[in-house]
């Protein structure tokens, strides 16, 4: 898609035929909306209210990481390496400037470094600098394999060298963080971690607990409460309740992955799919599809990601993927078998909370962070 094209489609804003809960309906994208920070097509662009691009800051490679931001220096993270083979090979954490639309290196990493999946920024509670804090993979060579070592690491801004932390052995991918009680939650090979954030396990969900509730150990995404309390919620085949005091599982629902923890606690935003976002509301303990693609007779999960929420707690930013049969293959596989061919359709949205309104374009976004 050419660059002509792309802006092109951003004119086509929230004509788009959507399902929604009673009382919420498309509106004018809201004047005070924040910046929005956006991963698309494997770049890296600000948005602006009405969700057309303020900034284009390039690629960012093929690496899954998300958006970091420190709100003190306006200032968005992530990690950058090439994008194909014809760009020299390269591996850096970058800084991205909200005010000025400029990007500059924080630190070259070795080529057999990567960050990935995780990155908070962590402010500082005695007025000194903040820290990133997000997972490295490291690839070391093994007799006649290569092996991939993840350690949590922590970097100051201007500092020569990450600051790196071992991190539980079987503990494979993070889920959640939390900066008021200072723990992770990672899956691991034996089940669900509650870490330190020196990455030593304090608390073991075991795998083979109740049959009831097997589901959270598939660990596609996890939501610390935000009053602190000793409770997290853990997406898979449904959400799942963990009291981290009794280290006991309760079953929410019955199906819904990424899970997100609204700001005041009442209720969890998640996804059943793709095409739709739902809410969780704890008092009632019903469940609500907020938001959808009409007519989905090919659900999956494959471009669902958790929403992201913004600080004041209003806004609500998100990516919804309808998928498609187009037809079937001329050509038969390795089975004789035609095999399906789908297109994926994408709207990139943004929900005002407050007045139950919407606003859309076409897009899909691998990550979003607000500035």
């Known amino acids: 898609m050419s660059e002509d094209e792309f802006y092109g489609q951003l004119?086509?804003?929230?004509?788009?035929?959507?399902?929604?809960?009673?009382?919420?309906?498309?509106g004018a994208p809201n004047a005070d909306v924040p910046p929005l920070l956006a991963e698309e097509e494997g770049r890296l662009r600000l948005l602006g209210s009405d969700l057309r691009p303020v900034h284009d800051?390039?690629?960012?490679?093929?690496?899954d990481c998300p958006i970091a931001y420190d709100p003190v220096r306006g200032l968005a993270f992530r990690y950058v390496c090439a994008s194909g083979y014809k760009r020299g090979d390269f591996s850096q954490l970058r800084?991205?400037?909200?005010?000025?639309?400029?990007?500059?290196?924080?630190?070259?990493?070795?080529?057999?470094?990567?960050?990935?999946?995780?990155?908070?920024?962590?402010?500082?509670?005695?007025?000194?600098?903040?820290?990133?804090?997000?997972?490295?993979?490291?690839?070391?060579?093994?007799?006649?394999?290569?092996?991939?070592?993840?350690?949590?690491?922590?970097?100051?801004?201007?500092e020569a060298h990450l600051r790196?932390?071992?991190?539980?052995?079987?503990?494979?991918?993070?889920?959640?963080l939390s900066r008021r009680r200072r723990e992770l939650v990672f899956a691991g090979a034996e089940g669900i971690y509650l870490l330190s954030l020196r990455g030593e396990r304090k608390l073991t969900l075991p795998a083979d607990a109740d049959a009831g509730t097997q589901g959270a150990f598939h660990g596609q995404g996890a939501a610390f409460c935000p009053e602190g309390a000793a409770r997290v919620v853990i997406g898979g085949d449904g959400l799942h309740l963990w009291d981290l005091e009794r280290n006991v599982l309760q079953r929410l629902t019955r199906n819904?992955?990424?899970?997100?923890?609204?700001?005041?606690g009442k209720g969890i935003w998640y996804r059943e799919s793709s095409a739709d976002l739902?809410?969780?509301?704890?008092?009632?303990?019903?469940?609500?599809?907020?938001?959808?693609?009409?007519?989905?007779?090919?659900?999956?999960?494959?471009?669902?990601?958790?929403?992201?929420?913004?600080?004041?707690?209003?806004?609500?930013?998100?990516?919804?993927?309808?998928?498609?049969?187009?037809?079937?293959?001329?050509?038969?596989?390795?089975?004789?078998?035609r095999e399906r061919v789908y297109r994926h359709n994408h709207r990139l949205l943004v929900l005002d909370l407050e007045s139950k309104t919407y606003w859309s374009r076409e897009g899909f976004a691998n990550h979003l962070c607000w500035a």
């Open 164 to 176: 790196l932390r071992p991190l539980s052995r079987d503990a494979y991918k993070p889920l959640a």
């Open 57 to 63: 800051y390039g690629a960012v490679g093929p690496v």
């Open 278 to 337: 739902h809410y969780y509301d704890f008092a009632e303990d019903v469940t609500r599809q907020i938001i959808g693609l009409p007519n989905q007779r090919h659900p999956e999960f494959w471009h669902a990601r958790p929403v992201c929420l913004s600080n004041c707690g209003r806004y609500l930013a998100t990516s919804l993927t309808e998928k498609v049969l187009r037809g079937v293959s001329q050509k038969g596989s390795a089975t004789g078998q």
């Open 256 to 264: 819904g992955r990424h899970p997100v923890w609204s700001p005041n």
């Open 95 to 158: 800084a991205f400037s909200v005010d000025r639309g400029e990007s500059y290196l924080l630190k070259e990493l070795s080529l057999n470094q990567w960050g990935l999946w995780f990155l908070e920024w962590i402010d500082s509670k005695e007025r000194e600098p903040g820290q990133l804090f997000g997972l490295l993979a490291i690839d070391r060579p093994a007799e006649d394999q290569i092996v991939i070592e993840h350690r949590l690491f922590s970097y100051k801004l201007g």
């Open 11 to 26: 004119l086509k804003m929230s004509d788009y035929n959507l399902d929604t809960a009673d009382g919420w309906q498309a």
